[in-house]
């Protein structure tokens, strides 16, 4: 029983972020809509939404990724609730989301943090290798959806919405967007429209949400996940990494910043650079495999449902591993 205690102030702090987050990504998805202003962000995410046959309205969530994962996921599953977005359409942005969610990293965490520890040389090729990453999943998504999904068909009211271009909206009656019919006329009718979507989307997934947190936080505060971290003493001799990778990246899987401390904290020259960014990819497999459990399988069941939320993990595990994999590959034995 302590260790259940002992768990949830940890617990409870991490359902409240999580929540405030959904809420104010539901809320604000709801406002941009409820104000018409979908339509001026879409025009600078056109360029990824439409070559991936999603509709403008998705850019918006889009950008907001770039500021917070979160808020970004909750407004992507407000647009697939609301039928804006099929399973597959959502898919396809939650993979195109990769890049946006990568860059908030670079300011809070790349930048003032790791850099400095790894130094110059060896940070900015990590954080540039993390940043390839991302982008080819995120360019990944926009092949995925020009190929799978359906082109929308234009309608006259999105031309000439357009100011005369080809629009990009599907032509769905459902769906109307004038804000006289479906939304209030006035700012605080919007505004309290806005906030009342966001509390019953909040409402209907919190409970959710905290229960899977629970369990995946007593199940980790009792079983040693960090024992994944014994494919990694194979999978170092596989490469070619020298012995120390081992220790790091079992360091790695508890805690990014730690393990980047032990690695620079290793004599000179016991990794090459292309060796020791190699090493903290692998790291971040491993470490990516436990944060699933830990993380990931509470969050994204919490917002998408178990169902859905198991098909979001697996196309982002897939394609994580896959191209980090790539990457090592390309570190360790691609042209110098």
């Known amino acids: 029983m302590w260790e259940v205690w002992s768990v949830l102030p940890t617990v409870a702090w991490r359902i409240v972020k999580v929540t405030a987050f959904i809420a104010l990504g539901v809320s604000l998805a709801n406002l941009l809509v409820a104000f018409g202003l979908v339509e001026r962000v879409a025009r600078v995410s056109k360029y990824l939404t439409r070559p991936a046959n999603l509709p403008d309205a998705v850019g918006t969530a889009i950008v907001t990724t770039a500021a917070s994962t979160t808020a970004g996921y909750g407004m992507l599953a407000e647009f697939r609730e609301s039928g ?170 508890l805690d990014t910043t730690n393990g980047a401390l032990f690695l620079a904290s290793l004599p000179a020259g016991t990794f090459t650079p292309e060796g020791a960014v190699a090493t903290m990819l692998v790291g971040g497999v491993v470490s990516f495999a436990v944060s699933t459990f830990k993380r990931s399988i509470p969050f994204q069941y919490g917002i998408w449902g178990a169902e859905f939320g198991s098909k979001v993990i697996v196309v982002n595990t897939t394609l994580k591993i896959g191209f980090i994999a790539s990457a090592v590959g390309l570190l360790l034995y691609g042209p110098v």
Do not use: M, W
């Not at 019919?181 to 989307?201: F, H, N, Q």
């Open 84 to 253: 804006r977005l099929s399973d597959r359409a959502t898919l396809v942005a939650v993979t195109i989301n990769t890049f946006f969610g990568f860059v908030q990293h670079i300011f809070t965490f790349y930048a003032p943090v790791l850099i400095p520890i790894l130094g110059l040389e060896v940070g900015l090729l990590y954080v540039g290798s993390r940043a390839a990453i991302a982008l080819a999943i995120t360019l990944t998504g926009v092949v995925a959806g020009a190929v799978l999904l359906p082109t929308p068909s234009v309608s006259p009211r999105a031309v000439e919405a357009d100011g005369g271009e080809t629009g990009h909206d599907t032509d769905e009656p459902a769906r109307p967007t004038d804000v006289g019919t479906e939304y209030p006329p006035t700012t605080r009718g919007k505004l309290r429209y806005a906030v009342r979507e966001g509390y019953a989307k909040t409402r209907d997934i919190l409970p959710r949400l905290a229960g899977i947190y629970a369990v995946v936080a007593v199940l980790t505060a009792n079983v040693d996940v960090t024992r994944a971290t014994s494919a990694a003493e194979p999978l170092v001799g596989v490469l070619g990494l020298p012995g120390a990778a081992v220790p790091v990246i079992a360091v790695f899987t």
